[in-house]
């Protein structure tokens, strides 16, 4: 059996394609992280949005699961507010919004398992949500919880979880610490978020923001700390198949 080779970016790195554009009330940044191929459905794809204070993005849903993250800024979802570090996860048909960007902007990770066809905005896309068999929509935010860099703490999210493979988790490693990632061969793929500090693979070092996506048949991804330690989210998508099936969450 061959050595799996994960995919790993950093923003370092995907910084040099980011496009801008105008948007209503301000300006929008996106930078691709992961886009898979033209034709090849189920690599993973993965994207920074950033924007300017007072940018709302309407509510809208997407045809797979996915994952976002504060990475900067602020705001607010519906009527929550958001926080850094804050991680949503949003099931398949799942309208969520308004997204407004706060005083300081706001930038978060959009991750998905495999290629997303787009945003389908309300009301324009409602009849055609409400003729999808056997929705299930849910959606739930909740905030890490990172130890102190002086040793390896594990924090697992206690409302993103259920068992059909949806799992979260924080954890901190102190520089130079070597510590195995969580499990991920009964989910539907794995990304590990770097937060803070560095990670290094490969006699490489990716600093902070950086992502990491192992799809479920590959082993634990060996987390390695940099000389400042190292600080990630681990974020497992739930079964594919069960996309449309699974149990609802609350906001």
Request: hydrophobic share 40%; proline share 7%; glycine share 12%.
């Amino acid at each position: 059996m061959g050595t799996a080779v994960p995919q790993i970016a950093a923003y370092s790195t995907a910084s040099a394609g980011r496009k801008q554009r105008s948007v209503p009330g301000g300006l929008a940044w996106r930078t691709d992280f992961f886009t898979p191929t033209e034709g090849l459905e189920n690599a993973p794809m993965a994207f920074l949005s950033e924007s300017t204070s007072g940018r709302v993005i309407r509510t809208h849903y997407h045809a797979l699961d996915q994952f976002h993250v504060v990475v900067s800024g602020g705001g607010t979802l519906g009527r929550r507010a958001l926080g850094l570090n804050m991680v949503h996860f949003a099931r398949a048909y799942t309208p969520y919004g308004p997204m407004t960007a706060g005083a300081h902007g706001l930038g978060f990770i959009s991750l998905y398992a495999r290629r997303d066809p787009g945003a389908h905005y309300l009301p324009e896309h409602t009849n055609a949500l409400k003729s999808m068999v056997g929705r299930k929509p849910g959606q739930v935010s909740e905030m890490p919880i990172f130890g102190q860099t002086l040793q390896t703490h594990v924090h697992a999210f206690e409302r993103i979880h259920d068992d059909m493979g949806l799992a979260a988790y924080s954890i901190s490693l102190p520089a130079g610490a070597r510590a195995l990632a969580p499990d991920a061969s009964a989910s539907g793929g794995q990304y590990i978020v770097v937060t803070g500090g560095a990670l290094m693979h490969d006699d490489s070092e990716y600093r902070a923001l950086a992502l990491v996506f192992a799809p479920p048949e590959d082993p634990p991804f060996e987390l390695i700390a940099g000389a400042s330690g190292l600080q990630v989210l681990v974020l497992h998508f739930p079964h594919q198949e069960t996309a449309r099936t699974q149990i609802g969450l609350a906001l």
